[in-house]
């Protein structure tokens, strides 16, 4: 009688490793952004004293740049191209912005060329905006709103620094503000109904 040997085991072969699962950065960065242009646009509304405006880089650079920026690279690791593009644009304007306001400007000596700079930095951000305003007009009507608003920010606020128009630019701040309104209520509809499974702020 001859001894059988056992089988090998055999080995089963290894599953693959699950995609990791990334959360919807649409409230993020909706929320950075909002945060930082309602201070930002009180600035500008004149409702904050100009002298104050130093003080917006502190968000500008921890919520406008970091944040949005985190939450850029998340849409595009999600294949969201137009959010992933909004937001690591803007997380760019926020650190330009900072970078101009606080570092830059400050040593162009002659005023009329610092202004002009200006000007054109902000009419830059305005073609930029308008032509991500047309491509938002195929998401939400939200979100259109959104960058309706804030177009309708930059040209009023790129126009009234080339005119030298201090009420012009105080009304681009009350556009500002009502833009971050929109922003923040888009933020708040993602997050809350993300986690109450169902809506509880609709936005259309």
């Known amino acids: ?16 490793a699950a995609p990791p699962t990334w959360g919807d950065p649409l409230p993020l960065g909706l929320a950075s952004f909002g945060i930082s242009a309602l201070v930002l646009g009180a600035v500008n509304a004149g409702w904050v004293a100009a002298a104050a405006t130093p003080g917006v880089l502190a968000l500008a650079f921890a919520l406008g740049f970091l944040t949005e920026i985190v939450a850029g690279v998340i849409h595009f690791r999600r294949g969201e191209q137009f959010a992933g593009v909004v937001f690591t644009t803007y997380a760019g304007f926020w650190l330009s912005f900072g970078l101009l306001v606080s570092v830059f400007l400050p040593q162009v000596p002659d005023a009329a060329a610092a202004n002009d700079i200006l000007a054109w930095f902000l009419l830059a951000w305005t073609v930029f905006t308008t032509y991500m305003l047309l491509a938002a007009t195929r998401t939400t009507r939200t ?30 701040g009350y556009v500002l503000v009502l833009d971050a309104v929109v922003a923040l209520f888009l933020s708040a509809s993602a997050i809350v109904n993300g986690t109450w499974g169902r809506t509880v702020i609709p936005a259309p």
């Not at 009688?1 to 693959?16: G, R």
């Not at 309706?148 to 005119?163: D, P, Q, V």
Request: net charge negative.
């Open 143 to 172: 979100i259109t709103l959104i960058f309706a608003l804030l177009t309708a920010t930059f040209w009023i606020l790129t126009i009234a620094t080339f005119a030298g128009n201090a009420g012009l630019a105080q009304f681009s």
């Open 1 to 16: 009688m001859t001894d059988t040997l056992p089988a090998p085991a055999t080995t089963a072969a290894a599953a693959p």
